[in-house]
């Protein structure tokens, strides 16, 4: 079985661009997950999505958004980026709601 | 508001001793708890759940334990190797008893065990 994946691996900005990261989640799993994870912090929660539709985001700024297609995968835009959104970026799935989560491997966002 | 506290940011321990690893809680009333491990890099790997009528759960070395009164689970690893090295997360669904929202993650305790 796939696990989840996420593409691009690595992906470098500057500074008022945007950014979108893409997440493939395990098949049948229904529900999406986006964390950001920042050097030296936690896993700060940012969106939720299942069933293609946002079910809960996270304290931050309407410029993160993001979408769940049909197919379940799910896409995490970032407008108007800023040096402190270099982080990395983790999806996870699970099969409904917040259950056992399966986290991708990230990807690295870097702006500069 | 509901807050998840990991006891240290980072533990060294001794090949073969038992890691012990804290998560405490406040403002929840969790229908579950669990545990992942993070490798530098990488995302987290589920390793144990935990449900509120359970007071112990065993997986090969590790084993959990949740005590709702006091509001801590504790993470054991027995004759830890130098391959356990690696950070350790507690989770706790944002929502409390059937009502689950996202999980909410500890920021994670670093442990290091010299060979």
């Known amino acids: 079985e796939a696990g989840v994946t996420q593409s691009p691996t690595h992906l470098i900005k500057t500074r008022g661009q945007q950014a979108t990261l893409r997440c493939s989640p395990i098949?049948?799993?229904?529900?999406v997950y986006w964390y950001q994870q920042a050097l030296g912090l936690g896993l700060q929660f940012l969106l939720w999505?299942?069933?293609?539709?946002?079910?809960n985001r996270g304290n931050f700024p309407p410029r993160f958004s993001g979408r769940q297609f049909p197919n379940y995968s799910s896409e995490l835009n970032v407008n108007a980026l800023e040096l402190e959104d270099s982080a990395l970026y983790l999806c996870?799935?699970?099969?409904?709601?917040?259950?056992?989560?399966?986290f991708g491997p990230g990807t690295r966002l870097t702006v500069l | 508001s509901q807050k998840i506290e990991q006891n240290s940011e980072a533990l060294n321990i001794q090949e073969g001793k038992t890691a012990t690893l804290t998560c405490n809680y406040t403002?929840?009333?969790?229908?579950?708890l669990q545990w992942y491990r993070q490798d530098p890099g990488r995302g987290p790997v589920f390793l144990l759940l935990?449900?509120?009528?359970?007071k112990e759960k065993r997986k090969e070395r590790l084993k959990v334990t949740f005590d709702t009164t006091l509001k801590q689970s504790l993470f054991h690893i027995t004759a830890s190797q130098p391959a356990d090295s690696a950070t350790y997360l507690c989770?706790?669904?944002?929502?409390?008893?059937?009502?689950?929202?996202?999980?909410?993650f500890g920021k994670g305790t670093k442990l290091s065990v010299k060979p």
């Open positions: 996870a799935s699970s099969l409904a709601g917040p259950d056992t989560q399966y």
């Open positions: 098949s049948g799993h229904t529900s």
């Open positions: 999505y299942d069933e293609g539709e946002e079910r």
């Open positions: 403002n929840y009333s969790p229908a579950y």
């Open positions: 935990i449900r509120e009528n359970e």
């Open positions: 989770a706790l669904p944002r929502g409390s008893g059937g009502s689950q929202g996202n999980l909410i």
